[in-house]
């Protein structure tokens, strides 16, 4: 019997990897769809009762924030703790958060105070999760299945995005803002018990036994090892370097389709919504995909697709093609939209399964830290740029610019010998 259990800890059957990627998955999808049909409510909510747009945005900076500067520190617990301790633990308060957020609310009303305490905490809670939950992935399934975890992964995200604000506009009339958090708070809960089941121990390496230091030297040392491994040290630099100029970019889609060529908030709606549809059918093809090396070539197109599609996004800007339609209009950035969602998956994937195979699984959590805080810390200074130029210069010239940089990126990746051979 107890060499039974050892095999089953060990991960020797082949349906353990299924069940644990099958109960991730449900998990992640339950908490998401909480959370995304609650932002939706909690956004409109906020917009409606402040009656300004710095009261969102300013929820959305108390998000960023920690986030920014805890990920390394949340990298060091991933790394140096249990990992189904951390992962059940911070979605379960999580849960807490919200159930304890829905009776204050029900007692003393839902003031933007209480959502910013909110939105705080969660953000600190959901960084230690997330850090945690990505660096274990590798863990839970094995080598054949990483692919497919990583897709189907991306996939629930994408739905999350398509169903979730659809879903909470659906009922928001309907049903009070209080609800909606009291929801969510159950949904992360059960995500929780449902982690519970997970065989974290899966697929692990062989623990190596190295003395604890201070946070510090553990961040420090987490730095070297980056340094010394120059493909994961290049995959940073080149997420760092996507967040930067795609956050550019993204500040120009408003201004171009609402502003220059007065396009409804529907329409809008419509064509951010087809890039979400986009993400989750080419993440589900890429899980159809043999479990190989050789997708380099894929994540080269993916650059060039998305380096062309940039370039195109301006063109109906330009004075030479005199009027178009709406409707013209509307099919015209649906299909740009959705191709660029898809190119990006295609784009993401690949390289953050080989981060997960490249970096060892006593760094895993602060590579991943540094990612978040690295990624995160570039996107508020590539939205300020975006903004610079569509307010002063010419948001033509901006998103050409941005399709001309990931041109060049592509040039250089492909020359870059060691990495190809390692997709």
Excluded: W
């Excluded at 018990?193 to 065989?199: C, H, K, R």
């Excluded at 062989?206 to 120059?230: C, D, G, Q, W």
């Excluded at 419509?270 to 080419?282: E, K």
């Excluded at 990006?344 to 690949?350: G, I, S, T, Y």
């Amino acid at each position: 019997m107890s060499g039974v259990m050892q095999s089953i800890t060990k991960g020797r059957f082949g349906n353990s990897a299924n069940t644990n990627m099958l109960i991730y998955l449900a998990g992640k999808l339950v908490s998401l769809f909480g959370t995304r049909v609650m932002n939706f409510a909690i956004g409109l909510y906020v917009l409606r009762t402040t009656g300004s747009g710095m009261g969102f945005a300013l929820t959305m900076i108390v998000a960023t924030i920690p986030a920014i500067v805890i990920s390394p520190f949340a990298g060091v617990v991933a790394d140096r703790s249990n990992r189904r301790a951390v992962v059940v633990l911070t979605d379960f308060l999580c849960g807490l958060v919200l159930v304890s957020v829905y009776f204050l609310a029900s007692r003393i009303g839902l003031s933007l105070n209480l959502i910013l305490v909110k939105v705080f905490l969660l953000s600190i809670l959901n960084t230690f999760f997330n850090t945690t939950m990505e660096a274990s992935i590798p863990n839970i399934v094995d080598e054949s299945r990483l692919t497919k975890i990583n897709s189907y992964n991306s996939s629930i995200t994408s739905l999350s995005s398509i169903v979730g604000p659809a879903l909470g506009g659906l009922i928001y009339g309907v049903v009070k803002t209080e609800l909606f958090i009291l929801i969510a708070g159950l949904c992360f809960i059960m995500s929780a018990i449902s982690e519970l089941f997970i065989n974290f121990n899966f697929n692990n390496a062989p623990a190596v036994t190295k003395p604890k230091e201070n946070v510090m030297l553990e961040i420090k040392s987490a730095f070297h090892y980056v340094r010394s491994k120059r493909i994961v040290f290049s995959i940073l630099l080149f997420a760092v370097f996507i967040n930067f100029v795609f956050s550019s970019y993204i500040v120009s889609l408003p201004y171009i389709i609402n502003i220059q060529l007065g396009l409804s908030s529907d329409q809008f709606g419509l064509i951010q919504s087809a890039s979400a549809v986009g993400s989750l059918v080419f993440s589900l093809l890429y899980s159809l995909m043999p479990e190989h090396k050789g997708k380099f070539k894929y994540l080269m197109a993916a650059l060039v697709a998305m380096s062309v599609l940039m370039m195109l996004t301006g063109v109906p800007t330009l004075n030479a093609f005199g009027a178009v339609s709406q409707i013209a209009l509307l099919v015209y950035f649906t299909a740009l939209n959705f191709t660029l969602g898809g190119a990006l998956m295609f784009l993401n994937l690949p390289s953050f399964i080989l981060l997960q195979r490249e970096t060892a699984d006593e760094y895993r959590g602060r590579v991943n830290g540094f990612l978040g805080t690295m990624s995160l810390s570039i996107q508020p200074l590539g939205m300020a740029l975006g903004g610079f130029f569509v307010d002063h210069i010419s948001s033509f010239i901006l998103v050409f610019s941005c399709g001309v940089l990931f041109l060049a990126i592509s040039l250089i990746l492909a020359k870059d010998r060691q990495l190809r051979e390692a997709f």
